[in-house]
Structure formats: structure tokens, C-alpha cells
């Protein structure tokens, strides 16, 4: 569906005001605490939200892709405690693959990131199918929710598995996050035919880039929301009777910050611009960009900032630390920023030497 610029503000306008509306301090304070918040959900998933890329044939919204993003942003710029965007880029990958959107009903769907992006094994048996897979830490894996599984057969075709976490053997992991990360298990778990469909990405990493993609976006909107609260604070702190953004130090931390922030929103754009739901060459190269970009920018971005705030940006009572401490944990997600560098390193290698700049100037 074509979108203006009209409606386009009216969603964003929407969504940020839902967003704002239900992150009181109480719901905040709850997710930190690692509680999760199924009323907060509940409210989400009633507006439709995660249904934001699948096409209204499906029973979806049928938002063109850098409408639904911009809701993904601004869930990072607020600091959401949900899985939203998870949601929203499962649903689309099931449905578009042909999957029954009915299975997922009105839980959230966690995409599952495997180390170094490699798919479940599935082997045949009696019954259907059975997948073996190891995630990496996932967020919200401890509520109940259904994880999306990108598994290769014995043939060698792909598949989307579409699981319940209910019962999955579970390993909590220690991570510098506020929501609690914990690696699921599964040990030739029995797939049943109505919850595996065929699958064609045309990259191997495509379930992997996609969550990358996700996080890029929310560190963005992070790192935003970071560098808004050092102006304001910086505009108000008071020392030696001036504000201290009058200092020429504290004026070089900001403007190094948002130089950051600067270059993760074109990094992350360009991808964008580039993402598809089957994730080709160019759409994974442009991600790995981002993803390694912003991962380094929002490491750089909350340290300058916890450096304009001192010592009060460490407190509970600060809403910083909601911000800072989901930036550290999105680096690590769907693969750090090292991993995504040697990903770009090594599609550089794999081209011929004279098809390289070509294929970068036509990005």
C-alpha cells in the first residue's frame, strides 16, 4: 500500500503518544525490576502494532517498511520494555511465507539468533520434523511467547519453524540489560506440520540480519533520546554560576555525541533502504553496516553522556540508565559489532576487485 507523508506522520504521531501514554514511571521501574508487563502488551497488541508489515490481505496493516520502522525507533527512543519490533518482523516473515497467523494468536514472537547466525538442524522422523537449536541470549524468553526458527533440512531447504517457548529448557545469562536474557534449548523438539512452512532468503543470515536490522533502528532511537537528556541536562546544571553546557568540555562531549548519533541514523537509513523481507547480498551488506556502526556508536554515545550527567546518571532514580543500559545489551544482540565488521569483510573478499566500488556507489 502507497503511504504520504500525512499519514505517515499520523502513525509515528500515534504510536509515540501510545508509547509515552503507557511507560508511567511505575511500568519502567516494573521492568527494571525484570517483571514483565502483560497489561502493557495487552494495550500494544490491541492497536494492531505488530501487525504493522503484514500486508491487509493477510489481516494485517499493510504499513510500507519505513512506516513500520519508524515505530521501531521510536520504541527504542522511549525505551519500550517489549518485543515489539521482534514481533512485528516475525509476523510479516511467517504470513509472507505463508504460515497461519492464527498459531501466534496475540503473544509476542521472539526471532531466534543462533551463534554465528546458523540455522536449527532438522532431520526427518515419525511425526514431522525435529529441530536442535541453541540460541543466544533472548530477551522476554522467561514470558510466555512463541520464537520463530530459521532451520535447514538434510536436503538442504530452508524452513521458518514457528515454536512455543512453554517448557523449552531455559539458561538465564547475565548481560548489562534491564530485561531478564535467558538461551532456550532445543533438543530435536518435534515440529508439527502446520508450524514449519518453506522458506527461500536469498542470504543465509537473512532471520539474523533481520533481528540486526531491529536493533540498529532501536539503538537509534536510543542514542536520540540519550543525547536529548544531556542537552536538557547540560542546560540546566548549574556550576561555578553558568549552566555547564556553556563549558567548552561539556560542549565537545555533546557534539562528539551527537556526531555518533548523526552517523548511526544514515548508517541505518541506508539499510533500510535496502531491507527485504528474503534478505539479499546488498540488503545483508547494508545491515552489517549499520549493525556495526551503531553498536559502536551507542557504546561511544552513553559514555560521553553518562560523563555530562556525573555521577546522577547511575542512579535508579534517573531515567538515563533505562536508555544506557538497553544500548549495551542491543550491541550484543543479534551479533556485536566485531561480528559484523568481519561479515562486511568478508562479502569485500568475495568480490572481484573490479565490481567493488561499482557495487558500493550503487548502494
Not at 65 to 83: K, M, N, S, T
Amino acid at each position: 500500500m502507497n503511504r504520504d507523508d500525512g499519514f505517515s506522520s499520523i502513525i509515528s504521531e500515534q504510536a509515540d503518544r501510545q508509547f509515552r501514554e503507557l511507560l508511567t514511571r511505575e511500568a519502567l521501574e516494573a521492568a527494571s525490576a525484570g517483571r514483565w508487563n502483560g497489561e502493557l502488551w495487552r494495550s500494544v497488541e490491541e492497536s494492531a502494532l505488530s501487525l504493522a508489515l503484514v500486508p491487509e490481505a493477510q489481516g494485517g496493516v499493510g504499513l510500507a517498511a519505513a512506516d513500520a520502522f519508524e515505530i521501531v525507533r521510536l520504541a527504542g527512543y522511549r525505551a519500550l520494555p517489549l518485543p515489539l519490533g521482534d514481533t512485528m518482523v516475525a509476523k510479516a516473515l511467517w504470513a509472507g511465507a505463508g504460515g497461519d497467523l492464527d498459531l501466534a494468536g496475540d503473544r509476542p514472537v521472539l526471532l531466534a539468533s543462533q551463534a554465528q547466525g546458523a540455522s536449527a538442524v532438522l532431520r526427518e522422523m515419525r511425526g514431522g520434523m525435529a529441530a536442535s537449536l541453541v540460541t543466544e541470549p533472548l530477551a522476554f524468553a522467561d514470558v510466555p511467547a512463541s520464537l520463530l526458527v530459521h532451520g535447514r533440512g538434510a536436503d538442504g531447504g530452508d524452513w521458518l519453524l514457528l515454536l512455543d517457548t512453554d517448557g523449552l529448557p531455559r539458561e538465564r545469562c547475565a548481560g548489562p540489560g534491564l530485561e531478564a536474557a535467558f538461551s532456550l534449548r532445543l533438543d530435536e523438539v518435534l515440529v508439527p506440520a502446520a508450524r514449519r512452512v518453506r522458506w527461500q532468503p536469498r542470504h543465509p543470515l537473512a532471520l539474523q540480519a533481520h533481528g540486526a536490522m531491529l536493533r540498529s533502528l532501536q539503538m537509534v532511537g536510543g542514542m536520540q533520546r540519550c543525547l536529548e537528556l544531556g542537552l536538557q541536562y547540560a542546560g540546566e546544571r548549574a556550576q561555578f554560576g553558568k549552566a555547564i553546557a556553556r563549558f567548552a568540555p561539556v560542549q565537545d562531549m555533546l557534539v562528539e555525541a551527537a556526531a555518533e548519533t548523526a552517523a548511526s541514523v544514515s548508517a541505518a537509513g541506508l539499510a533500510l533502504e535496502h531491507w527485504r523481507p528474503e534478505a539479499d547480498e546488498d540488503s545483508v551488506f547494508c545491515i552489517a553496516a549499520a549493525k556495526a556502526r551503531c553498536g559502536e556508536a551507542a557504546g561511544k554515545v552513553s559514555a560521553l553522556v553518562h560523563q555530562v550527567h556525573g555521577a546522577i546518571g547511575f542512579t535508579q532514580e534517573h531515567v538515563l540508565h533505562h536508555h544506557t543500559r538497553r544500548l549495551w545489551a542491543w550491541r550484543d544482540d543479534f551479533g556485536s559489532e566485531s561480528l559484523w565488521s568481519r561479515r562486511i569483510g568478508e562479502l569485500v573478499c568475495g568480490c572481484a576487485g573490479s565490481t567493488l566500488w561499482p557495487r558500493i556507489a550503487g548502494l
